[in-house]
């Protein structure tokens, strides 16, 4: 699986930005993806995730601002980014992992969890917020 993440930009407080993820080589029938960042000398975050079945979750810290969606189409994830605050500046990674049972992930942690500790990831794609 590649992923190749896209629309990291600088941007003034306030402002917005689309990333977009796209996927190949994904021969999973069932999978979950989501988006995390990370700044220098901190832990990768958990940003936002979405299940099989569409259901979404967000970091408190984004929830009313971020929307995750995905194009299978396409097979690309987006994450629209609105009313951007200078703590949000941080790179930012894709990750896709395979589901057998969302019951099993759900005993694991959850979503983000399982993502975080099995997924396969991007590069990143750099977002700086100035104030």
């Known amino acids: 699986v590649q992923l190749v993440e896209s629309g990291g930009a600088s941007v003034q407080a306030g402002g917005s930005l689309r990333l977009s993820c796209a996927v190949s080589?994904?021969?999973?029938?069932?999978?979950?993806m989501g988006w995390f960042r990370q700044v220098p000398g901190k832990e990768r975050e958990g940003v936002a995730t979405?299940?099989?079945?569409?259901?979404?979750t967000y970091t408190d810290s984004v929830k009313g601002r971020f929307t995750i969606s995905q194009d299978n189409a396409k097979h690309t994830l987006y994450l629209q980014m609105s009313s951007l605050k200078p703590e949000d500046t941080a790179m930012y990674y894709c990750?896709?992992?395979?589901?057998?049972?969302?019951?099993?992930?759900?005993?694991?942690?959850?979503?983000?969890?399982?993502?975080?500790?099995?997924?396969?990831w991007g590069q990143g794609t750099q977002v700086t917020v100035s104030s």
């Open positions: 979405i299940d099989p079945d569409g259901i979404t």
């Open positions: 990750a896709v992992t395979e589901v057998y049972s969302m019951t099993a992930i759900h005993a694991l942690g959850g979503v983000m969890t399982f993502l975080r500790d099995y997924g396969d």
């Open positions: 080589g994904l021969t999973y029938s069932s999978y979950c």
